[in-house]
């Protein structure tokens, strides 16, 4: 599910404790010039293809498309399949919570989906803006990129091959870059659910509560301050699930997902001790916090204390009956969790750039050798170098007729910083580490809008010169130009 959290914030600390670059190059001023000099903004943005092929199947296009080719180059890379990868190996540990035959491992569906799957089924509004073009690659107006792994939820419960069901897939979205972000990521997503028709008695409490005795057991200090449900904060799905039913399945899932934290921090705690014998081994603490997602009622957030912070896991919660009933099987109620592969990977293996999971040097993959066969040989990544980055501003002005630019008119064309995101990275790759925004200018008498960013330009595999990243930030500049209509100062 598109399990919305402060996960991103949570984790930067860990992410971002690798420390500062010891020498850059500096953000080259020269460059910059004035409206008089300015280039002229292109008057038609390039048009779509007629078709584009991704993962071997052609697709028609029409002006909704918007996936640029290094975006569909990493479609068949499917990195959470991958033998030894860090993200497939966290997969591996979660799968191992969760075992067959009770649970169905779904991890190759493909990720061309339909609106339909993708937001309908799970009743996102039509105005959401998880749909705008600025968040989401789409093939043509009925097809996308899926967002995340419950575009297909639906179809797994009306396929009612299991009790439960985990999807581990690669998902896509428009974004900002910095070194826990990319445009591609995957997530893992799972259910448990009960037949009211198959359980004895049709007592769905008492086979919740048999089933939540078989278990495996924990030790972990758990804080846990908040009833089952409340009728204003997290209420219950009344009409649909009783008091009993609903805390019998809140205890489930909340002793399932802890198990699941103790195998993942329990692995990432020995591979610190391995690569730091000074590590400092704090017990293992959780919280549950009642949180809000529109798939689920009542909701939570599961936070882990690691490493002298509290970092938040994962959301989950009592699925809404409604997503049961239009998937065809009314007579279910269970559970459900979502969760960021690339992140929790991150942190079990001390990986401080998500880049790194795309990287093909063997510096980076031989340090997971053999570890998909023996979950043991499990350790934290060791930096194999540290190249210099370079920053480069770039400054310009708005297009007039976009509202942000100090258009009036009805209708314009707002500038949003994920196309300018988009852009930075389909010209430079994998090489931009960073892009922030360090200024913000309106003109006092036109209202017209000024913006100045600041780009990192780092390679992990080799060093970047200062000539080589002002090639690059030339062509960003020229694609600004021509693409979003921008006048350079």
Same mark, same amino acid.
């Given at each position: 599910?598109?399990?919305?959290?402060?996960?991103?914030?949570?984790?930067?600390?860990?992410?971002?404790?690798?420390?500062?670059?010891?020498?850059?190059?500096?953000?080259?001023?020269?460059?910059?010039?004035?409206?008089?000099?300015?280039?002229?903004?292109?008057?038609?943005?390039?048009?779509?293809?007629?078709?584009?092929?991704?993962?071997?199947?052609?697709?028609?296009?029409?002006?909704?498309?918007?996936?640029?080719?290094?975006?569909?180059?990493?479609?068949?890379?499917?990195?959470?399949?991958?033998?030894?990868?860090?993200?497939?190996?966290?997969?591996?540990?979660?799968?191992?919570?969760?075992?067959?035959?009770?649970?169905?491992?779904?991890?190759?569906?493909?990720?061309?989906?339909?609106?339909?799957?993708?937001?309908?089924?799970?009743?996102?509004?039509?105005?959401?803006?998880?749909?705008?073009?600025?968040?989401?690659?789409?093939?043509?107006? &009925?097809? $996308?990129?899926?967002?995340?792994?419950? !575009?297909?939820?639906?179809? *797994?419960?009306?396929?009612?091959?299991? #009790?439960? /069901?985990?999807?581990?897939?690669?998902?896509?979205?428009?974004?900002?870059?910095?070194?826990?972000?990319?445009?591609?990521?995957?997530?893992?997503?799972?259910?448990?659910?009960?037949?009211?028709?198959?359980?004895?008695?049709?007592?769905?409490?008492?086979?919740?509560?048999?089933?939540?005795?078989?278990?495996?057991?924990?030790?972990?200090?758990?804080?846990?301050?908040?009833?089952?449900?409340?009728?204003?904060?997290?209420?219950?799905?009344?009409?649909?699930?009783?008091?009993?039913?609903?805390?019998?399945?809140?205890?489930?899932?909340?002793?399932?997902?802890?198990?699941?934290?103790?195998?993942?921090?329990?692995?990432?705690?020995?591979?610190?001790?391995?690569?730091?014998?000074?590590?400092?081994? &704090?017990? $293992?603490?959780?919280?549950?916090?009642? !949180?809000?997602?529109?798939? *689920?009622?009542?909701?939570?957030?599961? #936070?882990? /204390?690691?490493?002298?912070?509290?970092?938040?896991?994962?959301?989950?919660?009592?699925?809404?009956?409604?997503?049961?009933?239009?998937?065809?099987?009314?007579?279910?109620?269970?559970?459900?969790?979502?969760?960021?592969?690339?992140?929790?990977?991150?942190?079990?293996?001390?990986?401080?750039?998500?880049?790194?999971?795309?990287?093909?040097?063997?510096?980076?993959?031989?340090?997971?050798?053999?570890?998909?066969?023996?979950?043991?040989?499990?350790?934290?990544?060791?930096?194999?170098?540290?190249?210099?980055?370079?920053?480069?501003?770039?400054?310009?002005?708005?297009?007039?007729?976009?509202?942000?630019?100090?258009?009036?008119?009805?209708?314009?064309?707002?500038?949003?910083?994920?196309?300018?995101? &988009?852009?930075?990275?389909?010209?430079?790759?994998?090489?931009?580490?960073?892009?922030?925004?360090?200024?913000?200018?309106?003109?006092?008498?036109?209202?017209?809008?000024?913006?100045?960013?600041?780009?990192?330009?780092?390679?992990?595999?080799?060093?970047?010169?200062?000539?080589?990243?002002?090639?690059?930030?030339?062509?960003?500049?020229?694609?600004?130009?021509?693409?979003?209509?921008?006048?350079?100062?």
């Amino acid at each position: 599910m598109m399990w919305t959290s402060r996960i991103n914030a949570a984790l930067r600390r860990p992410i971002w404790a690798a420390g500062s670059v010891s020498r850059t190059c500096q953000p080259c001023w020269s460059s910059r010039r004035f409206l008089s000099e300015a280039t002229a903004p292109a008057s038609i943005p390039p048009a779509a293809p007629a078709t584009t092929e991704i993962n071997g199947k052609t697709y028609a296009t029409d002006s909704w498309f918007n996936v640029p080719p290094n975006i569909i180059d990493r479609v068949p890379r499917r990195l959470h399949l991958q033998n030894d990868h860090p993200v497939s190996i966290t997969r591996q540990i979660i799968e191992s919570v969760f075992p067959e035959p009770v649970f169905r491992y779904h991890n190759s569906l493909d990720p061309v989906v339909t609106t339909h799957q993708n937001f309908d089924s799970l009743g996102f509004p039509k105005d959401h803006p998880g749909r705008a073009k600025t968040d989401t690659y789409y093939v043509n107006s &009925e097809t $996308l990129l899926r967002t995340h792994t419950s !575009a297909h939820q639906a179809e *797994t419960f009306r396929a009612n091959q299991s #009790e439960g /069901y985990l999807i581990s897939a690669d998902v896509y979205r428009r974004d900002e870059i910095d070194r826990s972000h990319y445009p591609v990521f995957h997530q893992m997503e799972g259910a448990r659910s009960w037949d009211r028709t198959k359980v004895p008695n049709g007592d769905i409490a008492a086979a919740v509560w048999s089933d939540l005795e078989k278990l495996p057991k924990h030790n972990i200090d758990v804080r846990d301050p908040n009833p089952p449900f409340h009728h204003e904060r997290n209420p219950l799905q009344e009409g649909h699930h009783s008091a009993a039913e609903a805390e019998a399945i809140a205890a489930h899932l909340k002793k399932s997902l802890e198990f699941m934290v103790v195998e993942i921090f329990t692995r990432a705690k020995m591979a610190a001790k391995k690569a730091d014998p000074d590590f400092v081994d &704090e017990p $293992l603490q959780v919280r549950w916090v009642e !949180a809000y997602f529109p798939f *689920t009622s009542p909701s939570w957030e599961l #936070e882990v /204390y690691y490493d002298g912070d509290w970092l938040e896991c994962l959301g989950c919660g009592v699925v809404r009956q409604d997503i049961y009933i239009n998937a065809g099987v009314p007579s279910q109620v269970g559970w459900a969790f979502g969760i960021g592969l690339d992140r929790i990977a991150m942190l079990l293996f001390g990986i401080p750039d998500i880049r790194l999971f795309w990287s093909q040097d063997e510096r980076f993959l031989r340090q997971f050798s053999g570890v998909s066969d023996n979950l043991d040989l499990l350790q934290r990544f060791a930096p194999f170098s540290k190249h210099p980055g370079c920053y480069k501003d770039v400054s310009f002005w708005l297009k007039s007729t976009s509202a942000a630019g100090g258009g009036t008119a009805a209708n314009v064309h707002d500038f949003h910083e994920n196309d300018f995101m &988009e852009i930075v990275r389909s010209v430079a790759g994998d090489v931009v580490e960073d892009v922030k925004l360090r200024d913000e200018f309106t003109h006092p008498k036109t209202g017209r809008q000024s913006r100045c960013y600041r780009i990192l330009y780092r390679s992990s595999e080799r060093t970047l010169t200062n000539t080589i990243a002002n090639e690059l930030q030339a062509k960003v500049e020229k694609s600004l130009v021509e693409k979003l209509g921008i006048v350079l100062r």
